[in-house]
């Protein structure tokens, strides 16, 4: 041991004998981090932190109009946020760009190496940009770093229609000049990657614009024109499809329970690995009555997804009356993968909506494993989406719709292909409005074929955190008041088969019985938290005792008190305290 250390030991001093000017190893300056092309790749590599993790989508409807949980989110309970509670005012992560746009120009690389890299860098911050405009609307704006002491980190904030359009400057460099070759890893920014993200970024944009006109922000057009151009150039370019490999009736689930990404149809994910403990909770925070938040979808949402033969199952006499495990039969695939129903088994053994984890009755299934075995530790390997191509159909779908290009060619190649893919059969243009979808969730749009894209988007990306932003894009912001409603029971002290399959599962009950039914769970009616719609028969319904309450300021986020001490200049947001 020691004749191999000693040797090492007398290398080592006398290299640093020859040299006693070479600067530390661990200390980076711009003149030995930005030389070499590895050199950029290496510091844009600390620009993905900024992109959310796993956990961050499977929570990112938490709060939203179709999600009932174990309690009301603050910010739409009556008084009950303030801008003391808000966050999110945090700017290291885009000093962190600008100090790379500062430096990476002295690298000594060609120039299409070049551009890659400033793309890079300007699609995250874009990436930055679009996520603070949308929660505070005005932002100050910063292409450059800045030291403490400087007279610009107290400056009022700037416009949005100065910082989006910045935005827009950025994304369409990246997706001029970021590479184009396809990452079946899903894992790095391509320019399919910066596209779909600008098809995102866009229509949100656009169609805020066009439905708050109280805002008068101008060009609504221009952005749904952008949106939809950059959605037409994903789909054109052919590196992505639908996933449909395998049995249907796993084509639409399997792209969230798979350990790798689907590179068939995600563009961009949260990549798990087992072998590498990169992980996420989706089966501790949704199947845990302590840990999670006990989420589940209302009744009201579920009723919006169609037959498998194309017709409303709202359209049918008495639809709000139907057992559970009729109700749920026959209808869109994708219903069978977002929630347990029918012969849903984990381990081998049948698993019926379990009423430890849920309030309503629709429990979601659709990003836990099969397996009980991460039930109570964040051990979840799957991949989680960020992006994918079905989203972009629904871009390009929404973009032309609301600027009134949208045709049956459109439809064809874009929401139809969707539907089919979930098994439904009749899957024609749409020519007459839902009066359910319409009265439900919104009376102010009579076309409806806009009405149809709505209701597939909703159900397609349902619970991958897209919906509260697009109630607040749609300015329909008062849905987060809805009531959460369940299913419907038929008697109170009844014992209730959930999957048909001649074995009870729960019973709803006043007083917890004297003798149990093994295997069977008995959910109290409290008639406070939760109550049955006819009193002693009827839909759940859950947590009415607790005021919700929508108003137009809650369209935006306070800025957090303590940056509005820190820099007066910054204003509050109207409405806030």
């Known amino acids: 041991m020691k ?158 229609t100065m910082v989006m359009d910045s935005v827009l400057a950025d994304l369409n460099f990246a997706c001029t000049n970021i590479r184009d070759k396809k990452d079946n890893t ?18 949100f944009e656009g169609t805020l614009r066009k439905y708050r006109s109280d805002l008068s922000l101008p060009d609504a057009t221009k952005w749904l024109q952008e949106a939809a151009n950059a959605a037409e150039a994903v789909r054109k370019g052919g590196q992505y499809g639908l996933n449909m490999a395998g049995d249907s009736a796993t084509w639409y689930r399997n792209l969230f329970i798979s350990e790798a990404a689907n590179s068939t149809e995600v563009l961009l994910a949260y990549v798990g690995s087992k072998s590498l403990r990169v992980f996420n909770d989706a089966n501790w925070f949704y199947t845990s009555a302590t840990y999670g938040n006990r989420i589940s979808l209302t009744k009201t949402f579920t009723d919006t997804y169609l037959n498998a033969d194309g017709s409303r199952f709202t359209d049918q006499q008495q639809f709000d009356t139907i057992h559970f495990d009729v109700e749920v039969k026959g209808r869109d695939k994708r219903l069978q993968q977002t929630i347990r129903m029918g012969n ?21 299934l659709k990003y836990t494993l099969d397996s009980k075995a991460t039930d109570g530790v964040a051990e979840n390997w799957n991949s989680i989406p960020i992006i994918r191509y079905a989203e972009v159909l629904l871009n390009e779908a929404e973009a032309k719709a609301e600027l009134g290009i949208f045709n049956t060619e459109d439809w064809s190649k874009t929401i139809k292909l969707l539907r089919q893919r979930a098994g439904i059969k009749q899957t024609d243009y749409p020519t007459t409005v839902d009066a359910y979808l319409q009265k439900e969730y919104f009376p102010k749009i009579a076309d409806p074929v806009i009405l149809e894209i709505r209701r597939e988007r909703a159900i397609e990306l349902v619970l991958e955190g897209f919906r509260f932003y697009d109630l607040i894009r749609w300015n329909v912001g008062s849905l987060m008041e809805k009531s959460y409603v369940g299913i419907y029971v038929p008697a109170m002290d009844q014992l209730i088969d959930l999957n048909g399959d001649n074995k009870p599962d729960v019973a709803f009950v006043k007083q917890m019985p004297a003798s149990k039914v093994n295997g069977v769970y008995y959910f109290l009616i409290d008639g406070d938290q939760t109550k049955l719609s006819g009193g002693t028969k009827g839909n759940i319904i859950w947590l009415d005792n607790i005021d919700r309450e929508w108003k137009e300021y809650k369209y935006i986020y306070p800025i957090p008190y303590n940056e509005t001490v820190l820099n007066p200049a910054l204003g509050q947001n109207d409405g806030w305290k």
């Open 344 to 364: 849903y088994s984990r381990d081998g053994v049948i698993a019926p909506p379990d009423f430890t984890y849920t309030y309503t009755g629709y429990q979601p």
């Open 186 to 203: 899903a894992s790095t920014i391509t320019r399919a990657v910066a596209l779909a993200f600008k098809s995102r970024v866009c229509l």
């Open 3 to 160: 004749k191999t250390i000693l040797p090492l030991l007398m290398v080592l001093f006398c290299a640093c004998n020859k040299d006693l000017n070479l600067k530390p190893f661990d200390k980076l300056s711009p003149d030995n981090a930005f030389n070499t092309e590895a050199d950029l790749q290496l510091y844009a590599n600390s620009f993905y932190n900024m992109l959310p993790s796993g956990n961050d989508i499977i929570r990112g409807d938490v709060m939203s109009d179709y999600i009932a949980g174990k309690d009301v989110n603050s910010y739409i309970r009556k008084n009950a946020y303030t801008s003391v509670n808000s966050n999110g005012w945090s700017w290291s992560d885009l000093r962190n760009v600008n100090y790379f746009l500062e430096h990476f120009g002295q690298a000594k690389i060609t120039d299409e190496a070049r551009k890659h890299y400033e793309g890079l860098a300007r699609f995250f911050r874009a990436y930055f940009y679009f996520e603070k405009v949308k929660r505070f609307g005005d932002v100050p704006f910063y292409s450059t770093t800045l030291n403490i002491g400087n007279a610009a980190l107290y400056k009022p904030r700037d416009k949005r």
